[in-house]
RNA sequence: CGGGGCAUGGUGUAACGGCUAACAUGCUCGCUUUGGGAGCGAGUGAUUCCCGGUUCGAAUCCGGGUGCCCCGACCA
């Protein structure tokens, strides 16, 4: 893409509003617009790399979980939360319909996907069921905070599963699991987030939550270094020790983590709620055992960002970069020989192209700015060498490289 | 929702109760310049968040709103 064509542009100062460095980088680089607090609008930039994560997401999703993607609406009536009693939730937002019917925007989907499956499950032989979808969540927070980590509106990854049975569903539970590390492993914050035990409500002893471990998050976790899994600060009274290896309490570490995906069994809470019921091998008709599974698309955005960023600006894992080339030509005489390179590479790959006329101080600082994880530069100096200069955003070293040698960077 | 802070061109800041609200940056035009947010010149851009009050006079003081940020509470 042509960096003249780009109608964002950044800006030396973020808004002196946003205190959070998720949000002050997002807005200095132009990835988003904000709203309102908690509310913002997605740029080219900012919506590329929300579409490669999602794309990520739903590939877990699609193979490792065998699920089939769906998209239900935002308005949903209150009589259903009335059912599971959860409509006097102060997180929601209340509206009517023209007529009078009381609705909300849907903070979660459960009101809407038991009653919606009901409808396609009557038989043993249509369970499992699994589905999700990607799709805006609303919540009414008294406190919107820390730029994209906790908003108002939201993108959410959310996964619903339908079990005949306890070990049907503990299998798919554990896959989950897995399915999740796939996931902030590609996205690259594997190594700073941890599956971490949670509170499991009324009625599962746990939930599970993956932490990423960064000073931006509002959670604290207790992590137990020898296996890696962690314990929510909301329920460390009620443990002696790490659940997973039985090493001692004292010996765990406290962090400070954000949240970034929840896994919850849910029993038979919301089947019962809606009579969703089926018929056994014997005939007999028993309650759905279901599990629930969400990601904070957005937040996880964010999440990335707080681990992958220095004073210069972000710095992309290649996984989500909204470009995989920042190619930058210097002078006149590289222009001609960037276009080339630019419309080689550009069949191939995503690039990001400063064609604009600007000084090079303010192409490198834009560079930085944004974090294209490599940036080429073009210039007469490179020319005589017949290269380009290749350094990735997260080093300092730079290196020439022949211009016909390129291709095994795509 | 409890506590604290802030609100001035697009952005960041300045201005004793008193002159035409200043500076930087941005943007426009011209010249110049191209390896780290370049230089010179000329322009542009503001109902000082809103409503009310005090005063001869309010960006400035007082009251009430609203918005935003932070701490806490909340967070299936």
């Known amino acids: 893409m042509y960096q003249s064509k780009l109608f964002t542009k950044t800006v030396k100062e973020a808004p002196k509003e946003e205190e959070a460095r998720n949000a002050q980088l997002l807005i200095r680089a132009g990835f988003i617009n904000k709203e309102m607090a908690g509310v913002y609008s997605l740029l080219p930039m900012g919506l590329k790399v929300l579409k490669k994560i999602e794309e990520i997401i739903r590939y877990e ?20 939360y009335e059912k599971t009693g959860r409509d006097d939730l102060d997180i929601l937002f209340r509206t009517k319909l023209a007529t009078g019917r009381d609705l909300v925007l849907g903070q979660s989907h459960e009101e809407v996907v038991v009653p919606l499956v ?30 994209v980590l906790r908003g108002r509106e939201f993108l959410m990854k959310d996964l619903y599963s339908f079990h005949a049975d306890e070990e049907d569903f503990k ?22 987030t941890f599956i971490t035990f949670a509170d499991g409500g009324t009625f599962s002893k746990y939930s599970h939550e993956f932490q990423t471990v960064t000073d931006a998050g509002e959670d604290f976790i207790h992590l137990c270094e020898s296996c890696g899994v962690a314990i929510n600060d909301e329920i460390i009274d009620e443990q002696d020790s790490c659940p997973e290896c039985g090493k001692k309490k004292k010996d765990l ?38 599990g629930c599974y969400g990601i904070g698309v957005g937040r ?16 992309w894992p290649e996984s ?55 940036r080429l530069v073009v210039s007469e100096k490179t020319l005589a060498e017949n290269s380009v200069e290749v350094k990735k955003r997260e080093e300092t070293v730079e290196k020439l490289v022949k211009i016909e040698k390129l291709q095994s960077y795509v």
Do not use: C, W
Not at 268 to 282: G, I, Q, V
Not at 300 to 315: C, F, P, Q, R, S
Not at 322 to 343: N, T
Not at 353 to 362: F, K, T
């Open 61 to 80: 999703m699609n193979s490792t979980l065998k699920a089939s993607e769906i998209y239900m609406p935002a308005l949903h009536a209150l009589e259903n």
């Open 118 to 147: 009901k409808n396609h499950l009557f038989s043993y032989r249509d369970l499992p069921i699994y589905v999700y979808q990607i799709q805006n969540k609303f919540r009414n927070e008294l406190r919107a905070k820390s730029g």
């Open 253 to 290: 570490v406290k962090k400070k983590a954000i949240e970034v995906g929840n896994i919850f069994p849910l029993k038979t809470k919301f089947s019962d709620a809606f009579d969703l019921t089926f018929t056994d091998e014997k005939g007999d008709e028993k309650s759905v055992i279901m």
């Open 300 to 315: 996880l955005m964010g999440a990335i960002l707080e681990v992958k960023n220095d004073e210069k600006g972000m710095i």
């Open 320 to 374: 989500v970069a909204p470009f995989k080339f920042h190619l930058i030509p210097i002078g006149k005489k590289a222009e001609k020989e960037a276009d080339k390179i630019y419309r080689n590479l550009g069949k191939e790959v995503e690039v990001l192209y400063d064609d604009r006329q600007v000084s090079v101080g303010e192409k490198f600082a834009d560079s930085d700015l944004i974090g294209i994880p490599y």
């Open 171 to 192: 299998s798919y539970y554990e896959l989950s699991k897995k399915a999740y590390k796939n996931i902030f492993e590609k996205v690259g914050i594997g190594e700073e």
